[in-house]
C-alpha cells in the first residue's frame, strides 16, 4: 500500500471514523518501512536500542502485555521522532515448561524419551485444553516427535501473538524478530555455556529434584496436585549441650537420619537464645545447627522445625538459602540407600540406619517410631492430621526429593567479589522509578546459592556435552566432552559426540549425551546477545549493545533482569543496557493481581475489537511504570475517555484543516493567538522532558489537558475570526476583520494542530497517522518531534500572559447564563459586562472580538471589580415560533 499523496480539503473524510484505521495503516506501515531500523545511517550514538521481552509462546496474551508493551513503544516512538535510529525487535520465548504443557494439553501427548521416532505420527486431537488432556490419559511419543509438535504449535501461537501485537500498533521492526528456540539462538545460548565452562562459571553439583518414584522422572512444577492425605505429628526430642531437650514436631520422622538442621523464625523469642548453637539428633547423635529464617512458621507444631534433604519444597528452600550440606537418604526408586550419610558415625547410629536401609519409605516411617519409642525419644501422642501432600499428577505415590546431578552457573552467592561486581553494575543502570533498585539490590544481597540451569524437560536449548563411559558403561561425569564453538548448535541425545560415531553412543568406552536442556531464564539471560547476533554480525552488535533500554515486568526483576546482568558481566564484564523501566501489574476491581491461575485475566484481543487500538493504548499509558492499574472489563472508563479522545483528534484537525493555509509570510500577531503558542511551548518542554525520564503518564496528561483547552476554549473563541467574520479592534473603523487577524488565527490554528498530532502520536498512533495524511506526503511516526523553536517561526514566543485562560473563564460565564436561561448557545446577546480585577482588565480588552463573536454580543463592555465575572447578560428578544397550522375537516 502506497503513502497517499499530501492532502487538500476535499480529501478529508466527511466523517472521520476510528473504526478500521488499524486495517488501514498496519499495512502501510509495513510497506513503508515505517519502523524499519535503517543500519545505513545508524552511529553508535544516534541509536536507541530496546532489549524487548519475549513473550512466553504458549496460548494467548492477556491485558498486562498490553499494558506494560504499551509503554516500552510510546517510549520507542518518542525516540524515532526525536531523530533516533530505534532498534525495537521482537523476540519469542518459545522454549520451557508452559510451552509443554500446552503441547500436551493441546495435542494430548506426553513425551517418553525411550520410545523410537515415528516418522508417521499423528496426534490423537487437536484443540485440548488445560482442564480436559489429564496426563494417564495422554499418547506417549518420542522425544523428536513431542519436539516437533512443540515446533508446529508454537510457530502457530507466534503468529496469533504478532496479529495482536500489529493491531495494537506496536512499532516494532519486525524483520529484527527471534525465537529462543531457533538454530542461531541455540547457538549463540550454548557457545555462552561453553564460555562459562571453560573460564569455570559453569560446573556441575548434586542438587534436589522433585521425583515420582514410579516412573523415576523428575516432575516439574506444572505436573503437580495436592491430595489430602492421613498423615501424624511425632514429637521428637533434640538434646543441647546443658541437658535440655528441643521438642520437634514432624510428619517425616523416617528423614531423621537426613537432618542438618534445625530452624525456627527469627522472631521467636522462646529460641532466640539458641541461635547460633548446635543440638544432637536422636538416634543417630548428629550435631546439627540451630538457625533463624522467615519461612519458620511460630503457629506450626512447636514453632521450630528440622531441615532434611529433602522432606519438602521448604527444605529445599531452607537447604539453599542457608547453605546447608546434602545428606540424601532416598533413591530413585523411593528406598533408603544402603550407605548412611557420612554425618552418622556412631556404633548406634549406623546400627540404627541399617534398620533403614533398602525400606520404602512408608516401611521406614514404622522402623524409625519403634525405635525412638524404644531410645524414649519419641514423647507425647502421635497426632493424626489430614494435610496436602504433592503427587505427580498420574501418578500414586507421593512425590520425594532426591539429589540428581545438576549444572549451576556462579552468580556471587558464593563470590563476593562478583557479587560486590553486580551490585555497582545495579548503580550504572538507570532504574525507572529509581525505588525498583532496590528489588535488585536486595535479590543480588541476599544470594544464597548458584544458579541452577539444567532442568529435565525436552523442548529447550540442549546443554551441549558428552560424557565418556568408562570400561564398565559408567559416565565420567567430571570429564565433560565438548564440541567446538563452529559445530554449535548440538543435541546431544541425537549427535554423536566429538571423535565417536552414534555405534558408540552408550556402550562401555563410548559416550553418553546429556539429555537435561537450559532452564529458558538460560536462554533469555543472552536476549541482548540474541536480538543484537552476537559475534555472527559484530557491526550490528556494536551499534545496539549496550542497549539503550530493558523494559520488563517487576515481578521478574530477580530473574530476568538479574540473569541477563550476570551474563552481560561474565561475557563482556559490563552492563547489557543503560535504563531499565519496570511496568506495575494490572489487577482486578478487587486489587487482585491478573494471572492466568486465577482466571482473572483478560485477552486484549476483543478489548481491541470493541473499542479500538489507541483507545486501549490510552489507558495503558495513563498509568506512570511501576504503579499497578485496576481494570474492570465490565466498566473500562479510561479505555471509553480514550476513544472519546481519539475521536476528538479526528474531528478538531478536520474542522482546522478546512480552512486553507495562510499565505506565505503570514504570521501569528494578534494576544490571544500568541498566549496559545505561549502555552503550547510550555506543554512541549514539558512533555519532552516527561519522556525524555521515562514519565509517558506525566507526558500525556499535560499534552491531553492543553488539547481540550483548545478544542473547547480557543478553537471556539477563534473560529469566527478564522472564517473572516469577526472584528477586531485596530482593524479599521468599519470594524470589517482583519486580514491580519483572520491569517493569525488561521496559522495558530494549523501550527497547534500539527503540533499537538504529534504530541499524540506515541499514544494514538492510528488517528493521528490518518489525520496527518491529509496534508502530508509522509507518516507522522517518522515526522521531527515538535519544539519550541518551529513556534517560534510563525510568531513571538514570549511567557504566557494568562489572557486564553481568561477569556475562557468568561467564555464558561457566557454559556452558563444561556445555559441557565435555556437558551440555544448560539442565541444572540443584545449586551453583556465583563468585570475583572484592573490588572486583567485591559487583557482582555485585547480578545474583546474574539468573545463578541463566539457568545454572539452585540455590545461587549468592562468594568473593574473584584473578580472575573460576566454580568448583565440581555440575550436578544427571539421571535415567535409560527403558530401550527390549523387541521380541519
Known sequence: MTRP???????????????????????????????????????????????????????????????SYTHTDVKARFERMRGKSVFYPMGWDDNGLPTERRVQNFYGVRCDPSLPYDADFTPPFEGGDNKSSKAADQVPISRR????????????????????????????????????????????????????????????????????????????????????????????????????????????????????????????????????????????????????????????????????????????????????????????????????????????????????????????????????????????????????????EKGDKPLEIVSTRQWYIVNGARDEELRSTLLKRGEEVSFHPDFMRVRYENWVKGLSGDWLISRQRFFGVPIPVWYPLDSDGNPVFDQPIVPTEAQLPVDPSSDAAPGYDESQRGVPGGFQGEVDVMDTWATSSL??????????????????FPYSLRPQGQDIIRTWLFSTMLRAQLEGDTVPWKNASISGFIVDPDRKKMSKSKGNVVTPAAMLDDHGSDAVRYWAASSRLGTDAAFDPQNPKQIKVGRRLAIKVLNAAKFVYSFPEPVEGASVTEPLDLDLMANFARVIEAATDA?????????????????????????????????????????????????????????????????????????????????????????????????????????????????????????????????????????????????????SLELLRTAAADLSAVGRIESLTFEAGDALAVSDIVLAEQPAAPAAPVTGA
Not at 471514523?17 to 545505513?40: H, I, M, Q
Not at 550514538?45 to 498486562?64: M, Q, R, W
Not at 543441647?240 to 520437634?248: E, F, L, S, V
Request: charged content about 25%; hydrophobic content about 40%.
Open 145 to 392: 516427535n513431542f519436539i516437533e509438535l512443540c515446533e508446529r504449535l508454537t510457530v502457530e501461537d507466534e503468529k496469533q501473538f504478532e496479529d495482536v501485537w500489529r493491531k495494537l500498533g506496536l512499532s516494532v521492526d519486525w524483520t529484527q524478530s527471534y525465537r529462543t528456540i531457533a538454530g542461531e539462538s541455540q547457538a549463540i545460548a550454548q557457545k555462552a555455556f561453553l564460555r562459562n565452562v571453560e573460564r569455570g562459571e559453569a560446573y556441575q553439583a548434586q542438587a534436589p529434584t522433585l521425583w515420582d518414584v514410579t516412573f523415576r522422572t523428575a516432575v516439574a512444577q506444572a505436573e503437580l496436585e495436592d491430595k489430602d492425605m492421613p498423615g501424624a505429628y511425632h514429637t521428637l526430642s533434640f538434646h543441647a549441650p546443658d541437658g535440655i531437650d528441643i521438642k520437634i514436631k514432624t510428619t517425616r520422622p523416617e528423614l531423621l537420619p537426613a537432618c542438618v538442621a534445625l530452624v525456627a523464625h527469627p522472631d521467636d523469642e522462646r529460641y532466640q537464645a539458641l541461635f547460633g548453637t548446635t543440638v544432637r539428633t536422636p538416634l543417630f547423635d548428629v550435631e546439627v545447627p540451630v538457625l533463624a529464617h522467615h519461612l519458620a512458621q511460630k503457629d506450626k507444631g512447636s514453632g521450630i522445625a528440622m531441615i532434611c534433604t529433602f522432606g519438602d519444597t521448604t527444605d529445599v528452600i531452607w537447604w539453599r538459602e542457608l547453605d546447608l550440606p546434602n545428606r540424601s537418604v532416598l533413591g530413585f526408586d523411593g528406598r533408603f540407600i544402603s550407605e548412611a550419610p557420612s554425618a552418622i558415625t556412631s556404633e548406634a547410629g549406623l546400627a540404627a540406619y541399617g534398620e533403614l536401609a533398602g525400606k520404602t519409605v512408608f516401611s521406614a516411617k514404622a522402623a524409625i517410631v519403634s525405635l525412638l519409642q524404644e531410645s524414649g525419644e519419641l514423647t507425647g501422642e502421635i497426632e493424626k492430621i489430614t494435610h496436602p501432600v504433592k503427587f505427580f
Open 527 to 544: 536476549t541482548p546477545q540474541l536480538a543484537g547476533k552476537w559475534e555472527t554480525d559484530p557491526e550490528l552488535f556494536d551499534l545496539v
Open 5 to 67: 499523496m499530501p492532502a487538500s480539503f476535499s480529501r478529508i473524510p466527511d466523517r472521520p471514523a476510528l473504526e478500521g484505521l488499524e486495517n488501514v495503516w498496519g499495512p502501510a506501515w509495513e510497506s513503508d518501512g515505517t519502523y524499519k531500523f535503517d543500519r545505513s545511517s545508524a552511529t553508535k550514538e544516534n541509536v536507541f536500542s530496546i532489549d524487548t521481552p519475549p513473550p512466553t509462546a504458549s496460548g494467548s496474551l492477556h491485558i498486562g502485555h498490553v499494558f
Open 691 to 839: 519522556l525524555e525520564n521515562y514519565d509517558h503518564a506525566k507526558a500525556l496528561e499535560g499534552t491531553e489537558k492543553f488539547f481540550w483547552t483548545f478544542c473547547d476554549d480557543y478553537l471556539e473563541l477563534v473560529k469566527e475570526r478564522a472564517y473572516g467574520s469577526a472584528s477586531n479592534e485596530g482593524a479599521g473603523s468599519d470594524g470589517a476583520a482583519s486580514a491580519g487577524g483572520q491569517a493569525s488565527a488561521v496559522l495558530a490554528l494549523r501550527t497547534t494542530v500539527d503540533g499537538l498530532l504529534r504530541l499524540l502520536a506515541p499514544y494514538l498512533p492510528f488517528a493521528t497517522e490518518e489525520v496527518w495524511s491529509w496534508t502530508h506526503g509522509s507518516s507522522i511516526h517518522t515526522a521531527p518531534w515538535p519544539t519550541v523553536a518551529e513556534l517560534a517561526e510563525v510568531g513571538e514566543i514570549v511567557a504566557p500572559t494568562g489572557l486564553l485562560e481568561l477569556v475562557g473563564e468568561a467564555l464558561i460565564s457566557i454559556r452558563r447564563a444561556k445555559t441557565d436561561a435555556k437558551a440555544s448557545q448560539k442565541t444572540p446577546v443584545t449586551s453583556a459586562v465583563v468585570v475583572a480585577p484592573a490588572d
